[in-house]
């Protein structure tokens, strides 16, 4: 038995926590038996009164985030359980003692079944990234579970939540170390290749790790081509462009700061030169500068443009000109790797928006890959919402 409060659904709310999806809805639920605080432990029970599920109370839609569906108690021993399971799938993946690749994702939320809980390795640091109140405040037992799974060849835990945390939740939260030190930042390894990670100032984590996969695929393709990069970030996609062997790359991003990243890791790879320039530039103006044939490969990897479903209309709108504007200039035989890392679009969505823009531009286009997140944000199968990254790899005539 718990001193949990406890939650009870309408009744017939209880048939997608019976397939196991890991959230309750506000909508589905009938009444609460005390007052709830938001991040607090709950129960959730049937409106028969059974035991359904256990988690984390929050404030919104998405009233329950669900940590388990038995009755067992979320202690120390249960955190260190959780993180040691998604440890050993990383080690499955020949991650976790990997020479040439040294950073890489070991919690990825529903996908490990930590919903509200991201959390990045980069080399011998953790940096750990709270969605919801509920993990914010279990942070100290998630520290000691890293701890538990790491040993000594964890060095330091690097609490980035500030930005991610509920903005109704008036937590105060400061982004900091929760265990030892360090400037903020570090020189990892991805594919052999270096990268400068800045977790402290840069955009999520640090680092975009999700793309591994496919900047590797990337570099298989480069080679002898002249690649355009938008939305570069720190440049991932065009190191590996010119390490396959690209003829020229060209990095654009609206952040002055991201070029002078890009800049930095063609030269941590590239110390005798590359044939290589960057733009700070909006992508859509850079695209109006471009001549049609300049470039045979490109790359669009623009942040989210739909957060949220009220303004999915909206997003596939910018999907679409974006595409129709690439696909207008590259040249023909071109390859075209273009991705959605917006939850709320879906697969068929997003290929209907390039397939809009493809007849706009007036283009015969081939799909030549069909791409996804990589195996270390991995999809739990009761929850598909968590497939959010999608791209295409095109080929135009």
Known sequence: MTDNKKIYLA??????????????????????????????????????????????????????RVLTF???????????GRLASAYAVREALGLTDNASTT?????????????????DIYGSTAVVQCHSVGMYLSREQIV????????????????KSSQTLPYKADLGAEDGYLLGSGEGEEVVLEGGHKFAVNWAKGQ?????????????????????????????????????????GARSVTSVDSS????????????????????HRSAAMDTFDFLRTVEKGEFDMMILDPPAFAKHHKVLGNALQGYKRLNARAMEKIASGGILFTFSCSQ?????????????????AGRKVRILHQLTQPTDHPINIYHPEGEYLKGLVLYVE
């Open 204 to 244: 999520k984590t640090g680092f975009f790790i999700d793309q591994r996969a496919n900047r590797e695929l990337v570099g298989r393709y480069a080679k002898g081509r002249n690649l355009l990069n938008t939305f570069c970030y720190t440049g991932g996609f065009s190191i590996y462009g010119l390490a396959g």
């Open 344 to 360: 709320a679009v879906s697969k068929e969505q997003f290929r209907l928006a390039v397939f809009s823009a493809a007849a706009i």
């Open 11 to 64: 009744k017939g709310k209880q048939e997608s926590l019976l397939r196991r999806h890991p959230w309750v809805f506000s909508g589905a639920i009938k009444r609460a038996d005390q007052p709830l605080e938001e991040g607090e432990l709950v129960d959730v029970y049937t409106a028969e009164g059974e035991f359904i599920a256990r988690g984390h109370c929050q404030v919104g839609s998405i009233a329950v």
């Open 103 to 119: 950073c890489y994702r070991l919690v990825h939320g529903e996908g490990d079944n930590l919903p509200g809980l991201v959390i």
């Open 144 to 159: 000691e579970a890293l701890r538990a799974t790491y040993g000594d060849r964890l060095t330091a835990v690097y609490d």
């Open 70 to 80: 038995d009755q067992e108690p979320i202690d120390q021993a249960w955190w260190n």
């Open 256 to 275: 002055a700061i991201a070029i002078e990243l890009v800049d930095r890791n063609v030269e941590l790879n590239f110390p005798e030169g590359a044939p």
